[in-house]
Each structure stands twice: as structure tokens, then as C-alpha cells.
């Protein structure tokens, strides 16, 4: 696992965006696996910009996202559907029959899963995952003891991620109490992760889930399993790391990121 820390979040949004874009202009037919939430707003926000800016090419691009509400249509508000077209899909020049979600309609949950995992293998596996943190440790909506080694399927969420996710609804009673999500072993399948995390109320989870012991307990412990994990954070969500000044060196010192400490001054 690899931890890069920033000043603030805009740093943090530029610079994961910087990667995303580098990674599509490597390979345009990538396959992206996309989150959703208020600390990627800021990062899509940073993509459409370099979209405009570099005529950054998502024609050949496909994308899967992690996760999505059980019992919304597509066109709910609330839906990580219009959640992906207001701040990504509508900005970019993206065929939209390429982007993917699970159908938060579906009644037939365990058909609807593995349809989601066969679409996945279809399209040759995801290359370059992003995820973001719940206050519960969770990545996707892996909430505790989900199995380290656990598929797509539908979750019925904790007490903690309805209190973080009901405030975005217009009513708190309105915020769905099941999700389909990505398993932590599907996640585990991608090339490449890059988790992303701001702000202070992100610093006690991530320093179980970056330096802590490996435990169902904390789905996001499970990234220090996967060979090419790296986790953005900006100073206030690195506040609780041990090693915190290792990763500030390190970021300094590699050449892989020389090009984008320019950048994001
Ligand atoms: C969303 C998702 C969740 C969020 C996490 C952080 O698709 O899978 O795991 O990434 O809950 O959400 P924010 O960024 O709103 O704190």
C-alpha cells in the first residue's frame, strides 16, 4: 500500500484526477470502477475540468460503479445513477451505454449480482478502481464482517452509513436501508485501487484501515492485500497515521510522482 498525503482536499481531488486522466490517455479503452459520495464529487469535478482543458478522450472508455441503492429507479435523485450523470456522464464524452451500475430495481437479487460480476469479467475485469471510506470503515458498501473474499450481492446497511448517507435525502426516512454492492474480493480483482479520503472525520478510520490489523471487522483493511493500492488523503484525514512523515518523504522522493508534484503546485 501506498500513502500520499496533501495540504488540503483540492490538492488531493486534483491530483487523483490527474492520475485517472493519465491512465486513460495510456490505455482510452479503460475500464474504470467508479464511486460515488461527496469526497468524489470534488475529484469528478477536477476530471471534467481536465476533460475540457486536454480534450481528455472517455469514447472507448467503460465503467462500473460499486454500488447502488436497492429500491431507487434510475431516475430517483437520490440514485447513484443520477448521482454519476450529474457530476461525471452529462461532462464527459462518454458512451453511456458503456457505464454501469446494478439495477436498484432488480428482484432478483442473486440473479442481479451475478449479472453485475459476469458484466465485469465481460468487459475483461476493471483496471483502475476508486473508492472512497464510510465512517464505518466500509469500501463500497462492504459493511462490517462482510467477507474479505465477498462478491457482488445485496447489503443491508449499518446504523452508522444511514446517518452519513440520510442527510442527502429530503426526508432521512427516505434513504434506503439495502444496497447492491461490489464484494471486497471484486474489488480486490482490480489492477489498480485508489482510495481517497478528507477531512478529520476520515482521520480514526484510516488509521485502522492503512496501519491497523487486517479484520472483516474493517473492510478497507483488506487493501493492504492487494499489490497495487494507493490512498490519497489530505493532512487533516492522515492525522491519526503513525508513519505520516514516511509518507510525506516518500511522496517527495519518488520519481513517479515528480511530474505531478508540479502539477498540483
Ligand atoms: C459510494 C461508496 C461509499 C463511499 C463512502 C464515503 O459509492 O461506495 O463507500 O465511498 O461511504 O462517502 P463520502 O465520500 O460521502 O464520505
Redesign the pocket.
Known sequence: MEVIVQTNDKKVARLTALVMADGLREKPNLVLGL??????ESVYAELVRIHKETELDFSACTTF???EYVGLVESDPNS?RSYMNKHLFEHINIDIANTHLPDGMAEDYRAEAQNYEDLIAEAGGIDLQM????RSG????NEPLSALFSRTREKALTRSTIE?NSPLFDSPEQMPTHAFTMGIGTILDANRIMLIATGHEKARIIAKAVEGPVTAMISATALQLHPATTVILDEAAASGLEGVDYYRWFFRKEPEWQKYRKEIQ
Open positions: 464511486a460515488t459520495g461527496r469526497t468524489m460503479n460499486l454500488d447513484y473508492l472512497g471510506i464510510g466500509h469500501i463500497g458498501f452519513q
